[in-house]
């Protein structure tokens, strides 16, 4: 059995897992900074660094004691390299490094998205190859061809905001909070998601890639020509807010399932894969899972606290990192941009 500590800091969760076999969850520990970051309607860099060097140590410490290992039972050391906010995925690769070294195991680098393809794995011991993932979050919107474990060609990617930015951005302006996505999920329940067309327009370059930022403007200018006001919370939101959610929520999820639709036809996958921040969204899943029945495929789709971000994904794909040679010197830095493959 090969067990590896994973550790996951590249946004605003403080995360560690203690993973076997890249499928065995043996403890899955996440400290969330949302209630820190609230006011501000966003991640700030400053603040969320400053949060991973007080919790790191005792998530850890967590995750180990919850596992029921010790560091010299460990097979290697995980870690989110990138992409993210450099100043939160040093806080983890450090800590990595100090791990990797003092015990003398084996780093492995990870990148963030490769840990949210692998996520299903975790929960399903049978995945048919090839798949086709939708990997949807608060930095990432893409399609992927994962033609095995470890072995991924992109397809399509947003052009602009990811669909959780737009989510987060267009809860912003409503005075509905952060993050924007569950609480826009939960305000749509029972609303009119037809009070308001809103289309998300294919690129002109016919590169069938995504794109979020224009939806979110619409949103805005719609706002100011009716001279809504946004709401003082979440609960006090107005009927005329909650269908305009709800409308937006509709466009979003419409555009997101319209091309995984396209690629799976283009691209005749096995399986289809769904996971990221957004997965959680309870109307994606609904009509992903009715496209999925429609095209004959399997969906699978983490459950949602192995969907948002979280270390047991990248113990996951930690593991067939360690798998294919991959390892990480105690030089390796952080990388926000990290290329995926
Ligand atoms: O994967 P994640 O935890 O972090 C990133 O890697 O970005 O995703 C966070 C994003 C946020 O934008 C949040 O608003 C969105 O996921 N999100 C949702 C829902 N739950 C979280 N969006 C739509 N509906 C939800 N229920
Ligand atoms: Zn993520």
């Known amino acids: 059995m090969t067990r590896l500590l994973a550790i996951e800091t590249s946004c605003d969760e403080t995360a560690a897992a203690v993973v076997a076999d890249g499928r065995h969850i043996l403890s899955n520990v996440v400290s969330t900074q949302i209630a820190i970051h609230a006011p ?3 991640v700030v860099p400053e603040l969320a660094s400053r949060h991973h060097l007080e919790n790191i140590c005792p998530v850890i410490e967590e995750a180990m004691s919850g596992a029921g290992v010790e560091y010299r039972d460990l097979d290697g050391v995980a870690v989110t390299q990138g992409p993210g906010l450099v100043g939160s995925l040093l806080v983890g690769l450090e800590a990595a490094k100090a791990i990797a070294w003092v015990h003398g195991k084996p780093l492995i680098p990870v990148h963030h998205i ?35 474990r470890g072995r991924y060609e992109l397809l399509a990617r947003t052009r602009d905001d990811a669909a959780g930015e737009a989510f987060d951005k267009v809860a912003k302006l409503l005075g509905l909070g952060y993050p924007g996505g569950p609480v826009i999920d939960r305000l749509s329940e029972g609303a009119n998601d037809r009070a308001h067309e809103f289309a998300i327009a294919k690129p002109k370059d016919g590169s069938g890639d995504f794109s979020f930022s224009g939806i979110k403007t619409a949103v805005l200018y719609h706002v100011r020509r009716v001279g809504l006001e946004p709401a003082a919370s979440p609960d006090a939101a107005s009927p005329a807010i909650r269908d305009l959610v709800a409308s937006f929520q509709r466009a979003v999820v419409a555009a997101l399932v ?13 399986t ?3 996971s ?3 997965a959680a969204n309870r109307v994606l899943r609904r009509e ?13 789709m983490p459950p949602i606290a192995l969907s948002t971000d979280n270390a047991a994904m990248i113990g996951a794909a930690g593991y067939v990192n360690m798998e294919k040679g991959l390892r990480g010197s105690l030089d390796l830095d952080a990388n926000p941009h990290l290329p995926l493959g």
């Open 272 to 274: 289809l894969l769904l």
């Open 258 to 270: 319209r091309r995984m639709r396209e690629v799976a036809l283009a691209r005749r996958p096995k």
């Open 276 to 278: 990221g921040g957004v």
């Open 40 to 42: 501000y309607g966003g």
């Open 288 to 300: 992903a899972a009715r496209a999925a029945e429609e095209l004959g495929l399997a969906l699978f």
């Open 114 to 148: 490769a840990g949210h393809i692998e996520a299903p794995f975790l929960a399903h011991a049978e995945v048919p190859l090839p798949a086709v993932a939708l990997i949807v979050s608060g930095g990432h919107t893409s399609l992927f061809e994962v033609a095995e």
